[in-house]
């Protein structure tokens, strides 16, 4: 069974930072959600096996960054110029069956963590 632990979240001022980080058990393809209270669990970005493609959704485009050390199985999500409308529980996930087409879909998604918390103030 494959491990995922998050870690990094907080309460930060809009327009300040914060980096995320996600331990990983094993090597996969992986991304990170939120999920906002009532809502969906969403898409933010996403990274393949080795690292040499990133996919984002627009709405955090040009402010977070997702990165991965494959030497250590982690994935980090570098959050920019953060909005209050960022705010969301933040989980990392990863897929088993792909290692190179990342899914904006939840449900293509294996293993999940038990996520952090995100607050962005106003």
């Known amino acids: 069974q494959v491990q995922l632990v998050e870690s990094g979240g907080g309460l930060v001022q809009a327009g300040g930072s914060l980096r995320l980080s996600c331990a990983a058990s094993?090597?996969?393809?992986m991304g990170w959600f939120r999920q906002a209270p009532g809502k969906e669990r969403d898409f933010v970005a996403g990274?393949?096996?080795?690292?040499?493609?990133?996919y984002y959704a627009d709405s955090v485009k040009g402010r977070f960054t997702i990165s991965r050390d494959n030497a250590k199985n982690t994935v980090d999500l570098q959050m920019n110029s953060l909005r209050p409308e960022d705010t969301a529980v933040y989980y990392c996930?990863?897929?088993?069956?792909?290692?190179?087409?990342?899914?904006?879909?939840?449900?293509?998604?294996?293993?999940w963590g038990p996520g952090t918390q995100v607050t962005v103030s106003s």
């Open positions: 996930a990863a897929e088993k069956d792909t290692r190179w087409v990342v899914s904006r879909s939840r449900h293509d998604y294996d293993y």
């Open positions: 094993e090597r996969l393809l």
């Open positions: 990274v393949t096996w080795s690292g040499g493609n990133t």
